[in-house]
Protein backbone atom coordinates (compact mmCIF):
# COMPACT_ATOMS: atom_id res chain seq x y z
CA UNK A 1 0.00 0.00 0.00
CA UNK A 2 1.58 3.44 -0.91
CA UNK A 3 -0.47 5.27 1.06
CA UNK A 4 -1.89 7.40 -2.22
CA UNK A 5 -5.80 6.88 -2.46
CA UNK A 6 -7.85 7.44 -5.69
CA UNK A 7 -11.49 7.38 -6.10
CA UNK A 8 -13.40 5.55 -7.78
CA UNK A 9 -11.99 2.43 -8.71
CA UNK A 10 -14.13 2.70 -11.82
CA UNK A 11 -16.06 4.81 -13.78
CA UNK A 12 -18.41 3.72 -16.67
CA UNK A 13 -19.60 6.98 -18.35
CA UNK A 14 -21.10 8.62 -22.05
CA UNK A 15 -19.71 10.71 -24.63
CA UNK A 16 -20.31 14.22 -23.79
CA UNK A 17 -20.21 14.44 -19.87
CA UNK A 18 -18.11 15.45 -17.13
CA UNK A 19 -16.29 13.29 -14.39
CA UNK A 20 -14.01 14.24 -11.42
CA UNK A 21 -11.64 11.63 -10.28
CA UNK A 22 -10.44 12.48 -6.92
CA UNK A 23 -6.82 11.64 -5.01
CA UNK A 24 -5.91 12.07 -1.62
CA UNK A 25 -1.58 12.20 -1.27
CA UNK A 26 0.57 10.29 1.37
CA UNK A 27 0.60 12.68 4.24
CA UNK A 28 2.96 15.27 4.24
CA UNK A 29 3.54 15.09 0.38
CA UNK A 30 2.98 18.44 -1.42
CA UNK A 31 2.98 17.77 -4.53
CA UNK A 32 0.28 15.65 -6.40
CA UNK A 33 1.32 14.49 -10.27
CA UNK A 34 -1.50 13.35 -12.53
CA UNK A 35 -1.09 10.85 -15.39
CA UNK A 36 -3.19 8.97 -18.22
CA UNK A 37 -1.94 5.87 -19.57
CA UNK A 38 -3.47 4.00 -22.67
CA UNK A 39 -2.98 1.54 -24.96
CA UNK A 40 -2.90 3.70 -28.03
CA UNK A 41 -0.37 6.51 -25.64
CA UNK A 42 1.06 4.97 -23.31
CA UNK A 43 1.58 6.71 -19.67
CA UNK A 44 1.56 10.29 -20.04
CA UNK A 45 2.41 13.14 -17.72
CA UNK A 46 -0.78 15.27 -17.41
CA UNK A 47 -0.04 17.81 -14.51
CA UNK A 48 1.49 18.99 -11.30
CA UNK A 49 0.57 20.78 -8.28
CA UNK A 50 2.55 21.58 -5.32
CA UNK A 51 0.72 23.01 -2.24
CA UNK A 52 -1.78 24.11 -3.78
CA UNK A 53 -0.70 25.61 -7.17
CA UNK A 54 0.29 24.45 -10.54
CA UNK A 55 4.09 23.31 -10.90
CA UNK A 56 4.11 21.82 -14.35
CA UNK A 57 1.92 21.12 -17.37
CA UNK A 58 2.37 18.19 -19.48
CA UNK A 59 0.31 16.49 -22.40
CA UNK A 60 -3.23 17.90 -20.39
CA UNK A 61 -6.38 18.69 -22.53
CA UNK A 62 -8.34 21.87 -22.41
CA UNK A 63 -11.35 19.88 -21.77
CA UNK A 64 -8.98 18.52 -18.66
CA UNK A 65 -8.19 21.01 -15.87
CA UNK A 66 -7.29 19.97 -11.98
CA UNK A 67 -6.95 21.74 -8.76
CA UNK A 68 -5.05 20.67 -5.03
CA UNK A 69 -7.19 21.88 -2.15
CA UNK A 70 -5.58 23.26 1.19
CA UNK A 71 -5.72 19.61 2.59
CA UNK A 72 -3.93 18.82 -0.44
CA UNK A 73 -6.58 16.19 -2.30
CA UNK A 74 -6.37 16.86 -6.01
CA UNK A 75 -9.19 16.34 -8.30
CA UNK A 76 -8.91 16.14 -11.93
CA UNK A 77 -11.78 17.61 -13.72
CA UNK A 78 -12.30 15.92 -17.45
CA UNK A 79 -15.12 17.24 -19.77
CA UNK A 80 -16.21 16.74 -22.57
CA UNK A 81 -15.53 13.37 -22.67
CA UNK A 82 -14.40 11.29 -25.79
CA UNK A 83 -14.07 7.84 -26.53
CA UNK A 84 -10.68 8.36 -26.51
CA UNK A 85 -10.51 9.71 -22.90
CA UNK A 86 -10.78 5.88 -21.97
CA UNK A 87 -7.62 4.91 -20.11
CA UNK A 88 -6.45 4.36 -16.52
CA UNK A 89 -5.54 7.68 -14.78
CA UNK A 90 -2.87 7.59 -12.06
CA UNK A 91 -2.29 10.12 -9.22
CA UNK A 92 1.01 10.39 -7.54
CA UNK A 93 2.64 12.10 -4.75
CA UNK A 94 5.95 12.81 -3.40
CA UNK A 95 7.99 14.79 -0.72
CA UNK A 96 10.81 16.06 -2.73
CA UNK A 97 10.45 15.61 -6.20
CA UNK A 98 12.82 12.25 -6.34
CA UNK A 99 10.37 9.39 -5.29
CA UNK A 100 7.21 8.64 -5.59
CA UNK A 101 4.03 7.10 -4.43
CA UNK A 102 1.69 6.45 -7.22
CA UNK A 103 -1.96 5.30 -6.21
CA UNK A 104 -3.87 2.47 -7.84
CA UNK A 105 -5.65 4.24 -10.24
CA UNK A 106 -9.11 5.16 -11.97
CA UNK A 107 -10.11 3.29 -14.61
CA UNK A 108 -12.24 5.56 -17.13
CA UNK A 109 -14.65 3.79 -19.48
CA UNK A 110 -16.13 5.98 -21.84
CA UNK A 111 -19.31 4.40 -23.90
CA UNK B 1 10.80 16.35 -27.76
CA UNK B 2 12.32 13.33 -25.77
CA UNK B 3 11.62 10.19 -26.96
CA UNK B 4 12.43 6.97 -25.06
CA UNK B 5 13.06 3.22 -26.77
CA UNK B 6 13.13 0.72 -24.21
CA UNK B 7 14.36 -2.71 -25.44
CA UNK B 8 13.88 -5.31 -25.71
CA UNK B 9 9.33 -4.99 -25.77
CA UNK B 10 9.35 -8.30 -23.92
CA UNK B 11 11.40 -10.51 -22.27
CA UNK B 12 10.40 -14.18 -21.11
CA UNK B 13 13.08 -15.63 -18.94
CA UNK B 14 13.58 -18.70 -16.58
CA UNK B 15 13.77 -18.47 -12.63
CA UNK B 16 16.85 -17.50 -11.66
CA UNK B 17 18.45 -16.23 -14.66
CA UNK B 18 19.71 -12.67 -15.18
CA UNK B 19 18.68 -10.21 -17.29
CA UNK B 20 19.18 -6.45 -18.59
CA UNK B 21 16.46 -3.81 -20.07
CA UNK B 22 17.47 -1.10 -21.73
CA UNK B 23 16.40 2.40 -22.08
CA UNK B 24 17.78 5.02 -24.74
CA UNK B 25 17.12 8.72 -25.00
CA UNK B 26 16.89 10.59 -28.35
CA UNK B 27 17.87 13.43 -26.33
CA UNK B 28 21.16 14.43 -23.07
CA UNK B 29 19.48 12.82 -20.15
CA UNK B 30 19.46 14.96 -17.42
CA UNK B 31 17.55 12.59 -14.82
CA UNK B 32 16.49 8.95 -15.55
CA UNK B 33 13.57 7.26 -14.14
CA UNK B 34 12.75 3.35 -13.33
CA UNK B 35 9.49 2.03 -12.77
CA UNK B 36 7.55 -1.24 -12.36
CA UNK B 37 3.87 -2.16 -12.97
CA UNK B 38 1.95 -5.01 -12.77
CA UNK B 39 -0.74 -5.48 -15.40
CA UNK B 40 -3.54 -2.92 -14.50
CA UNK B 41 -2.06 -1.58 -11.58
CA UNK B 42 -0.24 1.61 -9.92
CA UNK B 43 3.39 1.37 -10.88
CA UNK B 44 5.86 1.23 -8.53
CA UNK B 45 8.90 3.81 -8.26
CA UNK B 46 11.89 1.92 -8.48
CA UNK B 47 14.75 4.38 -8.15
CA UNK B 48 16.48 7.64 -9.96
CA UNK B 49 19.53 8.22 -11.58
CA UNK B 50 20.87 11.57 -12.50
CA UNK B 51 24.77 11.51 -12.79
CA UNK B 52 26.63 9.66 -15.29
CA UNK B 53 28.08 6.35 -14.40
CA UNK B 54 25.54 6.53 -11.52
CA UNK B 55 24.47 3.25 -10.23
CA UNK B 56 21.71 1.96 -7.67
CA UNK B 57 19.96 -0.67 -6.52
CA UNK B 58 16.84 -1.99 -5.30
CA UNK B 59 16.91 -5.37 -3.84
CA UNK B 60 17.93 -7.78 -6.66
CA UNK B 61 17.45 -4.73 -8.84
CA UNK B 62 20.05 -2.76 -10.40
CA UNK B 63 19.98 0.64 -12.70
CA UNK B 64 23.10 2.11 -14.17
CA UNK B 65 23.29 5.46 -16.18
CA UNK B 66 25.59 5.95 -19.26
CA UNK B 67 25.22 9.45 -20.02
CA UNK B 68 27.40 9.72 -23.16
CA UNK B 69 25.29 7.07 -24.79
CA UNK B 70 22.06 8.71 -23.09
CA UNK B 71 20.99 5.36 -21.93
CA UNK B 72 20.24 3.70 -19.21
CA UNK B 73 20.44 -0.61 -18.11
CA UNK B 74 18.37 -2.39 -15.67
CA UNK B 75 19.82 -5.40 -14.88
CA UNK B 76 18.24 -8.40 -12.84
CA UNK B 77 20.05 -10.73 -11.03
CA UNK B 78 18.65 -14.53 -10.16
CA UNK B 79 14.92 -13.51 -11.27
CA UNK B 80 12.01 -14.74 -9.27
CA UNK B 81 8.45 -14.72 -10.54
CA UNK B 82 7.60 -12.08 -8.28
CA UNK B 83 9.99 -9.33 -10.34
CA UNK B 84 7.47 -9.73 -13.35
CA UNK B 85 5.50 -7.19 -14.92
CA UNK B 86 6.11 -4.65 -16.77
CA UNK B 87 9.25 -1.94 -16.20
CA UNK B 88 8.92 1.53 -17.47
CA UNK B 89 11.47 4.32 -18.15
CA UNK B 90 10.87 8.07 -17.84
CA UNK B 91 13.57 10.80 -18.33
CA UNK B 92 13.22 14.79 -18.01
CA UNK B 93 12.87 16.56 -20.46
CA UNK B 94 15.14 19.49 -19.29
CA UNK B 95 17.67 20.18 -16.54
CA UNK B 96 15.13 21.39 -13.64
CA UNK B 97 14.75 17.27 -12.85
CA UNK B 98 11.50 16.07 -11.53
CA UNK B 99 10.77 12.85 -11.32
CA UNK B 100 7.02 13.68 -11.63
CA UNK B 101 7.56 15.30 -15.20
CA UNK B 102 8.89 12.16 -17.25
CA UNK B 103 8.25 11.43 -20.27
CA UNK B 104 7.76 7.53 -20.42
CA UNK B 105 9.26 4.54 -22.83
CA UNK B 106 6.59 1.96 -24.09
CA UNK B 107 7.70 -0.08 -21.34
CA UNK B 108 9.09 -3.84 -21.52
CA UNK B 109 7.02 -6.62 -20.21
CA UNK B 110 9.12 -9.25 -18.08
CA UNK B 111 7.46 -13.29 -17.69
CA UNK B 112 9.46 -15.40 -15.09
CA UNK B 113 8.66 -18.76 -15.53
CA UNK B 114 9.02 -21.05 -12.50
Known amino acids: DSGVTQTPKHLITATGQRVTLRCSPR?????VYWYQQSLDQGLQFLIQ???????AKGNILERFSAQQFPDLHSELNLSSLELGDSALYFC??????????FGPGTRLTVL | SQELEQSPQSLIVQEGKNLTINCTSS?????LYWYKQKYGEGLIFLMM?????EEKSHEKITAKLDEKKQQSSLHITASQPSHAGIYLC??????????????FGDGTTLTVKP
Open chain 1, 92 to 101: ASSRSGDTQY
Open chain 1, 27 to 31: SGDLS
Open chain 1, 49 to 55: YYNGEER
Open chain 2, 27 to 31: KTLYG
Open chain 2, 49 to 53: LQKGG
Open chain 2, 90 to 103: GADSGSDTNAGKST
